[in-house]
DNA sequence: CCGAGAACCGTGGTATACCATATACTTTGG
DNA sequence: CCAAAGTATATGGTATACCACGGTTCTCGG
């Protein structure tokens, strides 16, 4: 009955009652994660479930769901009778990840030259250009930086594309700082990106394709040039931690 | 003490007894959905909790557990009071699939060609040149053919890739069938893989990536033509079935 | 005879109690 | 005084009991 909609109803989202605790604690357990500086601290960083259950008002059970899907997403490592770590990624594990984010963002680049509409790529120019001073403007550049490139893999439209590069941003947050080491990166990152977007509008895949695996691989050797503070803590040996030790 | 081994000691692998239920009971449900044809049945399968449990002889925790895990890696989806339900890829997810392996692979291969020993290229020929007469060895041809790709992105050294598209794959398992549905496929295909052989074993990282990402986007487009199937269910609408109905 | 409502049953979700093991501390013998 | 063994404890892993919600079915009224 009554399909017709006599007044606009309010547009109220999923709003998912069925969202459960385990969605909830994990979402929750993930910001946190993402918002504390992994790489700053000196030993590993340590969840207990149990504390994890008392501070979000909930049983074990959730948590352990959220740990179980934390795990697989690569934020925590599950070590049988010694407890959940954050996991801190390896030089070389956020070079594979840039890596694989080249060669997904550079097919996708190739697929938008046949599909992409010209608001896209008037909107994906926009991104493009905005950035008045990236040295000055560290935050808002890392933003448009990572929305420039999520537009791109829109617009291959290919939602796995989407759903793999979105999990590697999110890890991708925790080094952004190194993105832009040297000053003129930041810069050059802005030239990057006109070129790809040109070569999209003119819908020259190959270029597209080329320019931006360049682009993304020119990351990842910037990575393995300055990125060895990955694998040295910064102070300590990073021992296990230890209860009690003064 | 004792570092040099006096006599050489068994081989015992890992053999992790921390390997825990979870581990155990996620491989065996795993096992069983692709041993089962899932485009064959006609409606919906639903999985019992309960029922596996008892099945499998533990209790309901490591399964729900391997769930997670499951509908993470996209075997399972769960409605919350509804049931557990084994995913049947669309023609799309499967397109989108074949797609993001099309942009792992060319860039492994791309890699290759910086990195790949003489011996790896070598027994990378042996496997493209092997297949006899792939319209009658379907079951052979289709195990060498996964293990020629595997062997390529295992040849661009980047792990996560690996690790991604072994996920995949084990998707595409389901609908391998499609994969050479009319039969000049197949001998074109093992037309295309000698191509690539020859593209690494040349050094020539364009030819390579293009080779590798043509063959493969090829297969997306005869998946576009002729994977219909795989969103029409053969018989019946696929109601969510029911329990005690004649 | 048919439809609407209520009660029942079955499902996944959650909370909790228990278990096995690895670590850390203590104790005891040399 | 040191080391090795034993013990205490804390942790993740497992089992189980209970809960809330949805679907099905039975029943009652028209």
Known sequence: MQDVTPFPRLKVEPLDVNVGLRRLA???IKRAIMEMDIYGHTGEIRLDERQLSQDL???RTPIREAMTVLEQEGFVRSV?????YVVRKTKREVIEMITVWAAIESLAARLATARASAAELQS???LAEFKDDPATHITEYSQTNMTFHRAIIAMGGCELMTGLTD???IHMRAIRAVTMSQDNRATRSVVDH???VEALEARDADAAERLVREHTLGLARHVEKHGDFLDDPPNKSAQPAARGVA
Do not use: Q, T, Y
């Open 26 to 28: 994990c979402d929750a």
């Open 194 to 196: 006109l070129n790809i």
């Open 124 to 126: 994906l120019r926009a």
């Open 80 to 84: 049988p009778r010694r407890g959940i």
């Open 57 to 59: 008002g909930v049983s």
């Open 167 to 169: 999990n590697l941003f």
